[in-house]
């Protein structure tokens, strides 16, 4: 089902986005199906846990209702699209007693929405198509008639903060309707880091490179520093 239609411009770049509920023309479900995951194959090797769906999962996100598809169309072809469900369990990595008790009265109302993802086809990546989708988007949230994500929700997404810890930056800079909870876009809910040791006799490993432990690139809400 096709729920709204938003339009965007910039120079001679107009955008047309499309939410869907369900991606029902094959075609259709193909070619997204190659932009997400060339997208995310640039970032395959870069981060220790998976940042994306494979073919598979991707194909049932595409067919499953809760999760709304919004695409954007340049000149009638598809340039990217994002995916944000309502439904906390189709976020099998987001643990929702968090969420009960972070955001009780979103949760309460089931206003509680996240954000699985944003992907811009690589072949047309760093030509602004994805900041002029998310204006476009942005028309979508200023449309409370149609009720699709009704004021005051909340809305959440992660990242990894090595690859793309610019994300909540450009989220902020392109989504004028969303303001942060935290009051600051450079606060995150939580940080986790991936660790893994050697064992050996020698005192160090030949491979110690890394992320250093206490300089997260982002603040965590509630602390300030740190170390
Ligand atoms: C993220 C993505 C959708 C951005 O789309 P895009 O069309 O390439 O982005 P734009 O050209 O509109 O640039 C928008 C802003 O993001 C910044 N940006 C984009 N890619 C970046 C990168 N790899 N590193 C740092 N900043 C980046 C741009 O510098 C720009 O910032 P500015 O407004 O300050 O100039 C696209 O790069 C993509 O599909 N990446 C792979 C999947 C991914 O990482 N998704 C995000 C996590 S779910």
């Not at 209702?65 to 699209?81: C, L, N, P, Q, V």
């Not at 660790?195 to 490993?205: D, L, R």
Request: proline letters at 4%; aromatic letters at 12%; charged letters at 30%.
């Amino acid at each position: 089902m096709t729920i709204v239609l938003e339009r965007s411009k910039q120079g001679d770049k107009v955008i047309e986005i499309t939410t869907r509920e369900i991606v029902v023309d094959e075609k259709e479900r193909r070619e997204l199906i190659r932009i997400y995951c060339s997208a995310f194959d640039a970032l395959a090797e870069s981060s220790p846990v998976r940042q994306s769906y494979d073919k598979d999962e991707l194909i049932h996100v595409l067919l499953d209702s809760e999760i709304d598809k919004t695409i954007a169309y340049h000149r009638g072809k598809i340039m990217g699209f994002s995916m944000i469900s309502g439904n906390l369990d189709k976020v099998p990595w987001a643990n929702k007693e968090y969420y009960k008790k972070k955001f009780p009265k979103y949760y309460e109302r089931g206003a509680i929405y996240y954000v699985k993802g944003i992907s811009v086809d690589p072949k047309i990546q760093n030509k602004r198509f994805g900041a002029i989708g998310q204006k476009a988007f942005s028309e979508i949230l200023k449309n409370t008639e149609s009720d699709r994500y009704p004021d005051d929700s909340v809305f959440c997404f992660d990242c990894s903060m090595s690859v793309n810890g610019w994300m909540s930056g450009f989220v902020d800079k392109t989504l004028n309707k969303l303001k942060p909870f935290a009051g600051d876009p450079e606060v995150a809910l939580d940080y986790q880091g991936y660790f893994a040791y050697v064992k050996s006799e020698n005192k160090m490993p030949e491979y110690n490179q890394g992320v250093r432990v206490g300089k997260p690139q982002l603040r965590m809400e509630g602390i300030e520093n740190v170390q």
